[in-house]
């Protein structure tokens, strides 16, 4: 790359280097070099330039550091580079006549032909870019509108690459029309360039889609050694391991350059596969020297999956090649309708004067190859070998042309558009009130003094749509809407070929990647006329399994006799019948309301429940007697609703688990614990605080244990608890789990903790109060009886905690279900324990002793 930069680049010293030097001078700018390139030229206001492959190959003579280099020699005729680059020159024509567009301004053009060459295409954008006159006067401030706005093109990655990594510094616009690299969307690197088809990475999951619909997973990847090839190869590797779709029997870079002993590897390589499917991702140059191979070693039986690169490539639609082509499935880019196209092209003639001294070169050779003829004077030996000389008589119309075949508009559409953006870019930037700019100062561009990038901020925002309906925007990294048709190569019986439409691809804000086929119309270039198979190996048997093959892909396996109860689709939730040749479902297990365990545990919980309501009714009714008011009345009704809370917590345990009841149960079982747990603590330090108080000098600790301390010490208690359980949810929340180890043939279906710290520092919290409590009760058991309850405190809090200590190596211990039931039996057990321990004595006495239910009564018992 290099020596092209170094001979032929063309941008003038002052305007990029000396720019501080211009100021004050007028200064004579001339081109280093000027490159016989084939091109097509028109004036206008403002010129648009092109790249375009109008011949798809060249020849380089020998390069010289120490002589001029020769100009490349450009070969073989391409009817469809022909055809975009009439298109950009109709697109451009179309915008001249409408006046709603760009009024009073009259776009030309300068379309060059990169004749498939990396090294001509980089000549042609820096000449594009750096302007055709030999010598051109910038003024005293060496400012002027460039010599072109923007470029169309080019049709191959690796030349846009090439052509925007050099360009983009410059923020000069690049709309390629054909360019699909994933890479391009990269705007780091290049951020000033935009295409009308889409990137690559939406084409690779088009075609994964298609593996998916016919159940391919046995495939050949054939790639261009360019950027273009390359990255298509690294992604649909990556994309097609994600998505678990098939595996790639091999894939091979087609050489650049052409190198006939590595076609023929490949091609050999082919029909030694057993995969029946190649997808190749390459330009038509490089398969149509695969394809001499194909034919020479008669490689046959494939089914060939075009890119968007060569789907509409004539030269491959021949006789000779369909026999092995016919059948192509082709992603293909949308199709359009340009309503005056064909009467555009009519209106070509080699002698028509294309406003340029540089002629109309593309156009005569156009014409000598559609007609079979040479312009004078004719190449030695043309005559007497029986050539034709060219008229420019010839009529169009009277021959059969590629050229004037409109049913096909792909490529053309792309290159339309593309033009129409820049002329809508340009229209918004026209149409900038003053003071109301985009850029500093609220400043407007103009076309006098037009910066690059000014241009570039207006074709990130175009939005229009096209006369055939289709909305033109970008997106932030200048990708264009995705949308593919997907194409099928017809070989009809006379020998004639026909393309046609068989479904297409496309994403959309609402439904995401969609695939439409019509498989009915699809032809199948097979004796069976069906989809071909292409597996590795086929699925296994029933009473059979998987084994993969050492050093295979994961498509290749054998398959080798199932153990006992298994089958070869098993899935976790079947098991095989007894012959191991059909799936039953599997049995599930979990803790259920209708077995008798589920139903005995839910009738204690529901009886734990009732008993809890009916003390707090009993409470409320004797609320003004002294055995009542005697027991701290307000935490006593606490408690009595921290008790309901457990006994219902444990309806959470049975039933099939799901996601929010396993995130539910030990939260809500652990809070309410606290909170029963915190009451009791609470009253167990009021005990004492009252006793200490009845002593001389010890008043002042009752203002410690006032109601509202009270409150707030159990509010405080329970909140760290809370937090925990929030922790524990956040970090690692409990989940439903199928557990099929404890039983090949059964599902349990189980809670699994998430975090068994979380599980431990719960139940820790809950341990570390009880114990607490249990100590300041039994410290206060032998104080007289009207200080209340520290005996009935101490013994509660001893089966609370003997019940806790037996549960967790229960726990720990019982499988499935069973683990459930042993905690919903620990829950009631110490719920029922602290229910008849606390308030069973005073519940005896309001009901059944009433004559002990009195101060006296009380008091008396505490003096004897």
Sequence with gaps: MGIFIDTHLMFCVCYSFLLPLCSSMSVDCALRKQFDLNVMYKAGDVILGGLFEVHYSSVFPELSFTSEPNQPICQNFDILGFKHAQTMAFAIEEINRNSNLLPNVTLGYNLYD???????????????????????????????????????????????????????????????????????????????????????????????????????????????????????????QSDLAQSGAGCLAYTEVLPWGGEPAEFSRIANLMQRSTAHVVIVFAHESYVIQLMEEVVKQNVTGLQWMASEAWTAAAVLQTPRLMPYLGGTLCISIRRGELPGLREFFLQVHPEKDFNSSYGSSMVRQFWEYTFQCKFAPPPVGWVDAGGTLCTGKE????????????SNLRAEYNVYKAVYALAYALDNMLRCEPGKGPFRGNSCASLQRLEPWQLVHYLQMVNFTTSFGDQVSFDENGDA???????????????????????????????????????????????????????????????????RKRGQPECCFDCISCSEGMISNNTEDFWSSPHRDHCVPKKTEFLSYHEPLGICLTTASLLGTFLSVVVFGIFIHHRRTPMVRANNLELSFLLLVSLKLCFLCSLLFIGRPRLWTCQLRHAAF?????????????????????????????????????????????????????????????????????????????????????????????????????????????????????????????????????????????????????????????ILSSSFGLLVALFGPKCYIILLKPERNTKKAIMDRGTK
């Design 670 to 826: 652990g809070i309410s614990f606290v909170l029963c747990v915190s009451c009791i603590l609470v009253k167990t330090m009021v005990v004492l605080a009252v006793f200490k108080a009845s002593k001389p000098g010890g008043g002042a600790s009752l203002k410690w244990f006032g109601p509202l301390q009270q409150r707030g010490t159990v509010l405080a208690l329970t909140s760290v608890q809370a937090a925990i359980c929030t922790a524990w949810l956040v970090s690692a929340s409990p989940t439903p789990h199928k557990n099929t180890k404890y039983h090949n043939d059964k599902i349990v279906y189980e809670c699994v903790v998430g975090s068994m710290v979380g599980f431990a520092v719960l139940l820790g919290y809950i341990g570390f109060l009880a114990i607490l409590s249990f100590l300041l009760a039994f410290m206060a058991r032998n104080l007289p009886d009207n200080f209340n309850e520290a005996k009935l405190i101490t013994f509660s809090m001893l089966i609370f905690c003997a019940v806790w200590v037996a549960f967790v190596p229960a726990y720990i211990n019982s499988p499935g279900k069973y683990a459930d039931a042993v905690e919903v039996f620990a």
């Design 395 to 406: 009529n169009l119309v009277e021959v059969e042309t590629e050229y004037l075949d409109l």
């Design 481 to 547: 809407l995705p949308i593919y048709d997907i194409m099928n190569w017809l070989w009809l019986p006379d020998g004639r070929t026909k393309v046609q439409t068989v479904g297409e691809v496309k994403k959309s804000a609402f439904k995401g990647e969609e695939l439409i086929l019509n498989e009915d119309t699809i032809f199948w270039n097979f004796e069976s006329k069906k989809p071909p198979r292409s597996v590795c190996s086929d699925s296994c048997p029933p009473g059979t399994r998987m084994a």
């Design 114 to 236: 990169n004749c498939a060459s990396l090294g001509v295409g980089f000549r042609a954008s820096l000449s594009l870019a750096s302007g055709r006159q030999g010598h051109f006067l910038l003024d005293e401030a060496c400012e002027g509108a460039p010599p072109v706005l923007g470029i169309v093109g080019d049709c191959y990655s690796s030349f846009t690459i090439a052509a925007s990594s050099v360009l983009g510094l410059y923020k000069m616009p690049i709309v390629s029309y054909f360019a699909t690299c994933p890479c391009l969307s990269d705007r780091q690197r290049y951020p000033s360039f935009f295409r009308t088809i889409p990137s690559d990475t939406f084409q690779v999951r088009a075609m994964i889609q298609i593996l998916k619909y016919f159940g391919w997973t046995w495939v050949g990847l054939l790639v261009s050694d360019d950027e273009y090839g390359l990255y298509a190869a690294r992604t649909f």
